[in-house]
């Protein structure tokens, strides 16, 4: 449920992804670039025989945003509660993601009244690139369970070999993409998940690191410049 590729901050193609994850047993997958829908468009025009939910990250004045089920880019650099208003106006699904425990603590300025306050409709609760991902994680399922929101977990890859890392089973009535996002909408998710390799999480650190430093996100046109900076749930994950 968050994948990026090269169309924003990856190292690898939506050919590179979509290898890895049919090759990991996957059924599917969110492409979740950085404020662009180009890697949905070039999923999606893919015969990969996986399910492609079309998704963004969009980054907003309070941080990053999980836009699922989207089908218009939603601009980067809006305020929180207009960007949640535009995916809903799409009908799509607004995620949470990396709330707590991404590498910088400043990547992510939501709170937890957020959740409450804000038409949310799930936390990414482990995400395989967070440091100290178990103390997250348990963090994480209280705040879903308190707001009452769907569990989520994520690679967040923003490399090849780390899609797959963290998954969301999806209790869906058929792989129709109305149906999965209803599934999410309706908390019907499953998390599996262990953590990325800690040579892709010092890389990340990096390169969250050199962005914040650059200065805020600039749109031009449509093209933008870097950013700156149901049951069973956690048992498997808090081991890993």
């Known amino acids: 449920m968050h994948v990026h590729t090269r169309h924003s901050d990856s190292t690898g193609s939506v050919g590179d992804v979509i290898r890895v994850a049919r090759r990991r047993g996957m059924d599917g997958l969110a492409i979740t670039d950085h404020d662009t829908l180009a890697g949905v468009e070039e999923a999606l025009a893919t015969d990969s025989g996986l399910i492609v939910v079309p998704g963004e990250e969009v980054s907003t004045d309070q941080g990053h945003v999980l836009a699922l089920g989207i089908g218009r880019r939603v601009p980067g650099g809006l305020p929180a509660g207009e960007a949640?208003?535009?995916?809903?106006?799409?009908?799509?699904?607004?995620?949470?993601?990396?709330?707590?425990?991404?590498?910088?603590?400043?990547?992510?300025?939501?709170?937890?009244?957020?959740?409450?306050?804000?038409?949310?409709?799930?936390?990414?609760?482990?995400?395989?690139?967070?440091?100290?991902?178990?103390?997250?994680?348990?963090?994480?399922?209280?705040?879903?369970?308190?707001?009452?929101?769907?569990?989520?977990?994520?690679?967040?890859?923003?490399?090849?070999e780390t899609v797959g890392d963290a998954y969301t089973v999806v209790e869906a009535e058929s792989r129709d993409i109305r149906d999965i996002l209803e599934a999410v909408r309706l908390g019907r998710t499953k998390i599996g998940c262990q953590p990325s390799r800690l040579w892709f999480k010092m890389n990340m650190i990096v390169t969250v690191l050199s962005q914040f430093l650059r200065g805020p996100r600039v749109e031009r046109g449509n093209k933008s410049s870097v950013i700156a900076g149901v049951n069973n749930f956690g048992s498997y994950c808090a081991r890993s």
Do not use: C, W, Y
């Open 84 to 160: 949640i208003r535009r995916v809903k106006a799409q009908g799509g699904l607004v995620v949470i993601p990396h709330m707590s425990g991404f590498p910088v603590p400043f990547a992510s300025r939501f709170r937890e009244s957020d959740l409450s306050a804000l038409p949310v409709d799930g936390l990414e609760v482990f995400s395989a690139i967070s440091i100290l991902g178990r103390h997250f994680l348990t963090k994480n399922m209280k705040l879903a369970e308190r707001f009452g929101l769907a569990v989520l977990a994520g690679s967040d890859s923003h490399f090849p």
